[in-house]
T-cell receptor
Framework: NAGVMQNPRHLVRRRGQEARLRCSPM?????VYWYRQLPEEGLKFMVY????????ESGMPKERFSAEFPKEGPSILRIQQVVRGDSAAYFC?????????????FGQGTRLTVV | AQSVTQPDIHITVSEGASLELRCNYS??????LFWYVQSPGQGLQLLLK??????LVQGIKGFEAEFKRSQSSFNLRKPSVHWSDAAEYFC?????????FGTGTRLTIIP
C-alpha cells in the first residue's frame, strides 16, 4: 500500500504563472488535508476536503488559491498568478475517516519556488 | 480556538544524552495530541499520539511523551538520543477535524 504521493516534488514557477500541486491519498482514504510550511515556520492548515466536497477552507487565502478532490483522481491545489510569497513547501495528508483519533499520513511535500 | 506553543526553536544535545522537547497546547475540550518528526526535505512521520487513558504514551524510535492536563503540556522525551534523531519535531493538537501545529523545534545532535 503506497503512502501519500505528492507530485511534483519540486516546482519552479515564474511570477504570474499557475502552479498545480497534486496529491494522491493512500488507498481507501477519502479525506485530504493541505498544509503550507514557510521557511522556519510550522505547518499551517489550508483546506480539508472529502471526495467532491470542500469541508473546511478556513486557511485558504481568499484569492488565487483553490483546491479540489474529484470523485476520480488526485486532489489538486491550484495557485494562480503566483507571487514570491507563495514559495513554500506544500504538504498533503490523508486519513480514512474524519474521526479525531484517525491518524493523518503525510506526503513528502511539493516545494514551490517562485522566481 | 486551538493552538500549540513550542517554546524552544532550536535545541542541541550530545549523542547519548537525554532529551526533552516542550509543548504547550490550548484547547477547550479534551485534547487529542500528537508528535511528528520531519527529516530534512521529507514529510512528517508520526512518533506518538495521546487521546485518553494512561498519560504516559510510548512511541516509535524510543520516544515517549507525558500528558499533563494541569500544565496543558505534552512534552516529548527520549532517555538517550542517537545522531539519527537530528530533525525537526512538531507537536500538534487536533480539534474536530484538523491538526494545528506548533512552530517546531529543531534538534541538533553533537558527537
Amino acid at each position: 500500500n503506497a503512502g501519500v504521493m505528492q507530485n511534483p516534488r519540486h516546482l519552479v514557477r515564474r511570477r504570474g504563472q499557475e502552479a498545480r500541486l497534486r496529491c494522491s491519498p493512500m488507498k481507501g482514504h477519502s479525506h485530504v488535508y493541505w498544509y503550507r510550511q514557510l521557511p522556519e515556520e510550522g505547518l499551517k492548515f489550508m483546506v480539508y476536503l472529502q471526495k467532491e466536497n470542500i469541508i473546511d477552507e478556513s486557511g485558504m487565502p481568499k484569492e488565487r488559491f483553490s483546491a479540489e478532490f474529484p470523485k476520480e483522481g488526485p486532489s489538486i491545489l491550484r495557485i494562480q498568478q503566483v507571487v514570491r510569497g507563495d514559495s513554500a513547501a506544500y504538504f498533503c495528508a490523508s486519513s480514512p475517516v474524519s474521526d479525531r483519533d484517525a491518524e493523518a499520513f503525510f506526503g513528502q511535500g511539493t516545494r514551490l519556488t517562485v522566481v | 480556538a486551538q493552538s500549540v506553543t513550542q517554546p524552544d526553536i532550536h535545541i542541541t544535545v550530545s549523542e547519548g544524552a537525554s532529551l526533552e522537547l516542550r509543548c504547550n497546547y490550548s484547547y477547550g475540550a479534551t485534547p487529542y495530541l500528537f508528535w511528528y518528526v520531519q527529516s530534512p526535505g521529507q514529510g512528517l512521520q508520526l512518533l506518538l499520539k495521546y487521546f485518553s487513558g494512561d498519560t504516559l504514551v510510548q512511541g516509535i524510535k524510543g520516544f515517549e511523551a507525558e500528558f499533563k492536563r494541569s500544565q496543558s503540556s505534552f512534552n516529548l522525551r527520549k532517555p538517550s538520543v542517537h545522531w539519527s534523531d537530528a530533525a525537526e519535531y512538531f507537536c500538534a493538537v487536533k480539534g474536530n477535524e484538523k491538526l494545528t501545529f506548533g512552530t517546531g523545534t529543531r534538534l541538533t545532535i553533537i558527537p
